[in-house]
């Protein structure tokens, strides 16, 4: 069954501005994850925010996390082409060895 | 960091008729996934494929259906037998990048379209 569920479903902005995405879950979580995955290819892992951890920087990506609410978001800013893609949410759940992913949002990033 | 390569990359198949999916790693792993991301959707794990030992299926895959061999421990194939058009998907293989915190490679995917 489907542990995370992205909002928005997809979401245009324009090259230079920020994209933000939401991720929530329904368990309790070990972690939170974010991957990146372009035109149907494979996915490429992005960060990892652990549960006892608010919030986690890479580069012009930022993820918080709110255990409270069940709810992380990603945001990515000065938003580039490069970086149209869907982006997928996944959570451990305290499955054992096991990631279960969200339904994704696609960002378009217009030039 | 693990490379993972799968063939093919793309095919179109006839219904009724079965497609064997290779998964390669660059190196020795324990353990490999497979996922299957029907259009527009998110990955839904099949089933976990340990070295030495039968997969194990997650609830809605049977093995008959998807047959899962694992010779080694860099190497793995799916099969998806007795196609039909719902089966037209994107197939991945992954296996741990941390297996303390389940994070994944990918391998770049087999996008399969039955006819």
């Known amino acids: 069954s489907q542990q995370g569920e992205e909002d928005p479903q997809a979401l245009s902005i324009q090259e230079g501005e920020n994209a933000t995405m939401n991720c929530s879950y329904k368990?309790?979580?070990?972690?939170l994850q974010w991957y990146r995955q372009n035109s149907g290819r494979g996915l490429v892992h992005l960060i990892l925010?652990?549960?006892?951890?608010r919030e986690k920087h890479s580069g012009r990506l930022r993820v918080t996390l709110d255990t409270s609410k069940k709810s992380s978001s990603l945001l990515i800013t000065a938003s580039r082409a490069a970086d149209t893609a869907s982006y997928f949410c996944?959570?451990?759940?305290?499955?054992?060895?096991?990631?279960?992913f969200g339904k994704g949002t696609r960002l378009h990033i217009l030039p | 960091s693990a490379v993972i390569s799968q063939k093919p990359s793309r095919d179109i198949c006839q219904r009724g008729t079965s497609l064997t999916i290779q998964c390669q790693v660059d190196?020795?792993?324990?353990?490999m996934f497979w996922y299957r991301q029907q259009p527009g959707q998110s990955l839904t794990l099949i089933a976990t494929?340990?070295?030495?030992?039968?997969?194990?299926?997650e609830s809605g895959f049977v093995i008959d259906k998807f047959p899962i061999s694992r010779p080694n421990l860099t190497f793995s194939t799916l099969t998806v037998s007795n196609m039909s058009p719902e089966d037209s998907s994107i197939y991945l293989c992954?296996?741990?990048?941390?297996?303390?915190?389940?994070?994944?490679?990918f391998g770049p995917g087999t996008r399969l379209t039955v006819t």
């Open positions: 992954s296996v741990y990048r941390d297996s303390f915190t389940y994070e994944q490679y």
């Open positions: 368990t309790s979580i070990n972690n």
């Open positions: 925010i652990r549960s006892n951890e």
């Open positions: 996944a959570t451990d759940a305290d499955r054992d060895d096991k990631i279960i």
């Open positions: 190196s020795q792993v324990t353990m």
């Open positions: 494929a340990n070295q030495g030992s039968e997969a194990t299926y």
